[in-house]
């Protein structure tokens, strides 16, 4: 296992810079995940740790010896890509063993690991079967199981479950956390998805641009987000998220551009007047008598929850309640934000106000 030390690190084609000065600090045994949407550079930098894609500027280094001029079979990492990238033609067991044939291990070693793999794995009575034979998530475990035998200090997953359906999904990221808690081997971890990231992550690193924008573990970014991206990004359904200002006289309260109006707590240091956004998350709404009247223009139970949207002038209030209710679209509802779970962020850079 080795700690991985990402510094300063940019990457340009030409003169169009995608990665912009990128610092990441990862520890031996850490499970790490790169999240962001399409586009945002994270692909792109763990092919960059892999030695896939030439550096531009900055330094990569893997248990503290710097690998930008080391080539990817010498840099002691595995890559578990998302099309598998299994030889068709070669059985499960094949498969497995093969870059520990390419490097003229021993036959009984290269046996040995591989079973022990597989029954990590539970692909004990799969060795004999080709690619064509096995599920998806067969597949992906094949292609875990050869990064697995190698023994390396580094795991790299590029978008590994995204070819599989939703259930399967769900079972594959327990799998891999397991995998993980059991070997403890360092892990780099790349999706889109946030709900991966928020379930699997030690640390999670939120990307946009070529740019960190925080990071953190799953609740620290969930709780305390840095901005307003990290804010709409994290968390399923999204956050509440509505500009507006504070009031310049009378009582302190939040005034919407929509033309709602939503409490704030009293004694908050702000300045009247400031341009805001009012970030509260939609499990930290409740109905109450007391609260803010809208008006209901969806209704979707789900089964564990009922989500509700509702109008507050001409803003979208999305409320998750965790009772069943029968509240109907057309229906009034008074709504009451918890006030102790309450986001500020300023209206002009888009940060976080403490």
């Given at each position: 296992?080795?700690s991985?030390?990402?510094?300063?690190?940019?990457?340009?084609?030409?003169?169009?810079?995608?990665?912009?000065?990128?610092?990441?600090?990862?520890?031996?045994?850490?499970?790490?995940?790169?999240?962001?949407?399409?586009?945002?550079?994270?692909?792109?930098?763990?092919?960059?740790?892999?030695?896939?894609?030439?550096?531009?500027?900055?330094?990569?280094?893997?248990?503290?010896?710097?690998?930008?001029?080391?080539?990817?079979?010498?840099?002691?990492?595995?890559?578990?890509?998302?099309?598998?990238?299994?030889?068709?033609?070669?059985?499960?067991?094949a498969?497995?063993g093969f870059?520990?044939?390419?490097?003229?291990?021993?036959?009984?070693?290269?046996?040995?690991?591989?079973?022990?793999?597989?029954?990590?794995?539970?692909?004990?009575?799969?060795?004999?079967?080709?690619?064509?034979?096995?599920?998806?998530?067969?597949?992906?475990?094949?292609?875990?199981?050869?990064?697995?035998?190698?023994?390396?200090?580094?795991?790299?997953?590029?978008?590994?479950?995204?070819?599989?359906?939703?259930?399967?999904?769900?079972?594959?990221?327990?799998?891999?956390?397991?995998?993980?808690?059991?070997?403890?081997?360092?892990?780099?971890?790349?999706?889109?998805?946030?709900?991966?990231?928020?379930?699997?992550?030690?640390?999670i690193?939120?990307?946009?641009?070529?740019?960190?924008?925080?990071?953190?573990?799953?609740?620290?970014?969930?709780?305390?987000?840095?901005?307003?991206?990290?804010?709409?990004?994290?968390?399923?359904?999204?956050?509440?998220?509505?500009?507006?200002?504070?009031?310049?006289?009378?009582?302190?309260?939040?005034?919407?551009?929509?033309?709602?109006?939503l409490?704030?707590?009293?004694?908050?240091?702000?300045?009247?007047?400031?341009?805001?956004?009012?970030?509260?998350?939609?499990?930290?709404?409740?109905?109450?008598?007391?609260?803010?009247?809208?008006?209901?223009?969806?209704?979707?139970?789900?089964?564990?929850?009922?989500?509700?949207?509702?109008?507050?002038?001409?803003?979208?209030?999305?409320?998750?309640?965790?009772?069943?209710?029968?509240?109907?679209?057309?229906?009034?509802?008074s709504?009451?934000?918890?006030?102790?779970?309450?986001?500020?962020?300023?209206?002009?850079?888009?940060?976080?106000?403490?």
């Amino acid at each position: 296992m080795a700690s991985v030390s990402v510094a300063n690190v940019r990457k340009s084609y030409g003169h169009f810079e995608v990665l912009h000065g990128v610092d990441i600090d990862i520890e031996d045994g850490e499970f790490v995940i790169l999240v962001g949407p399409s586009g945002c550079g994270k692909s792109t930098l763990l092919r960059m740790i892999a030695g896939l894609e030439e550096i531009s500027g900055g330094n990569v280094a893997i248990g503290g010896k710097v690998v930008n001029d080391v080539e990817p079979k010498r840099r002691d990492i595995a890559m578990v890509f998302q099309s598998y990238a299994l030889y068709p033609h070669m059985t499960v067991e094949a498969n497995m063993g093969f870059s520990l044939r390419l490097a003229k291990a021993p036959k009984e070693e290269i046996r040995q690991r591989v079973r022990d793999a597989a029954q990590i794995l539970g692909l004990e009575n799969l060795l004999d079967r080709h690619p064509r034979n096995l599920s998806g998530g067969q597949r992906q475990r094949v292609a875990m199981g050869r990064a697995i035998v190698r023994q390396p200090q580094v795991f790299l997953f590029d978008e590994p479950l995204s070819n599989l359906d939703a259930k399967l999904r769900v079972q594959m990221r327990s799998e891999i956390k397991q995998l993980h808690q059991r070997l403890r081997t360092t892990t780099i971890y790349v999706t889109h998805d946030q709900i991966e990231a928020m379930t699997m992550a030690d640390r999670i690193v939120v990307m946009r641009d070529g740019y960190v924008e925080q990071i953190g573990s799953p609740l620290e970014l969930y709780d305390r987000p840095a901005n307003l991206f990290v804010a709409g990004f994290i968390g399923s359904p999204g956050m509440n998220l509505i500009r507006g200002k504070i009031s310049s006289a009378g009582p302190l309260e939040f005034v919407a551009d929509g033309g709602g109006r939503l409490p704030l707590p009293q004694g908050l240091d702000v300045t009247r007047g400031a341009e805001i956004i009012y970030g509260i998350r939609p499990e930290n709404i409740s109905i109450s008598e007391a609260g803010i009247d809208t008006d209901v223009v969806v209704v979707e139970p789900t089964g564990a929850e009922t989500l509700i949207v509702s109008r507050m002038g001409s803003d979208d209030l999305v409320t998750a309640l965790r009772e069943r209710v029968s509240t109907r679209v057309g229906e009034r509802l008074s709504l009451m934000p918890d006030l102790g779970r309450l986001h500020l962020f300023d209206g002009a850079t888009g940060r976080r106000l403490e």
